[in-house]
T-cell receptor, first 113, second 112 residues
Framework: AQKVTQAQTEISVVEKEDVTLDCVYE???????LFWYKQPPSGELVFLIR??????QNEISGRYSWNFQKSTSSFNFTITASQVVDSAVYFC??????????FGTGTSLTVIP | DVKVTQSSRYLVKRTGEKVFLECVQD?????MFWYRQDPGLGLRLIYF???????EKGDIPEGYSVSREKKERFSLILESASTNQTSMYLC???????????FGPGTRLTVT
């Protein structure tokens, strides 16, 4: 069963538009961690954020913000005023019991200048 | 600066060859992982290791084996490469907490 769903396969936006990447997860554990990673064209995944299940506070880091809602099992990622450098594949991931991480299938974001 | 390195960025092998993919981390992390990444499938875990000589199967271990003789090095072995193992292979390591994974640059393996 899919544990992390990223329903958006590809998104294209024009530069300076806002864009939200969706992530829905599935777990019965009460303690778990959610992550977002960015994979630019160079290929190396870069960690963006970690959130644990007890912290539902939304987070903002510059143009990036994350909305964690346990009621809907979602951990969405918004880029405000998108830039060409934001073009990448973005992965959402879940970790609960043990050391295994479960990744979504990724969302490919293209920002058009 | 934390670092995970992989022995090759690109590799071309023939069907039936034995293939070794090496991964080294310099962060003294206990946990290391091997994933393969395919279009539309995301990252899928092949094997992980939580200590020297300790390993656990991930979601897709068939056709692969691993070796962890030293803490810093985690090797992925394709005993007899097949064309369906053509893929991008990613190595990662993590600390126990806060569970941030550090990834290597990846090895794009083509089996012909």
């Amino acid at each position: 069963a899919q544990k992390v769903t990223q329903a958006q396969t590809e998104i294209s936006v024009v530069e300076k538009e806002d864009v939200t990447l969706d992530c829905v997860y599935e777990t019965r554990d009460t303690t778990y961690y959610l992550f977002w990673y960015k994979q630019p064209p160079s290929g190396e995944l870069v960690f963006l954020i970690r959130r644990n299940s007890f912290d539902e506070q939304n987070e903002i880091s510059g143009r990036y913000s994350w909305n964690f809602q346990k009621s809907t099992s979602s951990f969405n990622f918004t880029i405000t005023a998108s830039q060409v450098v934001d073009s990448a594949v973005y992965f959402c991931a879940l970790k609960y019991t043990g050391n295994q991480f479960y990744f979504g299938t990724g969302t490919s974001l293209t920002v058009i200048p | 600066d934390v670092k995970v390195t992989q022995s090759s960025r690109y590799l071309v092998k023939r069907t039936g060859e034995k293939v070794f993919l090496e991964c080294v981390q310099d962060m003294d992390h206990e946990n290391m992982f091997w994933y393969r990444q395919d279009p539309g499938l995301g990252l899928r875990l092949i094997y992980f290791s939580y200590d020297v000589k300790m390993k656990e199967k991930g979601d897709i271990p068939e056709g692969y084996s691993v070796s962890r003789e030293k803490k810093e090095r985690f090797s992925l072995i394709l005993e007899s490469a097949s064309t369906n193992q053509t893929s991008m292979y990613l190595c990662a390591s993590i600390r126990d907490s806060p569970y941030e994974q550090y990834f290597g640059p990846g090895t794009r393996l083509t089996v012909t």
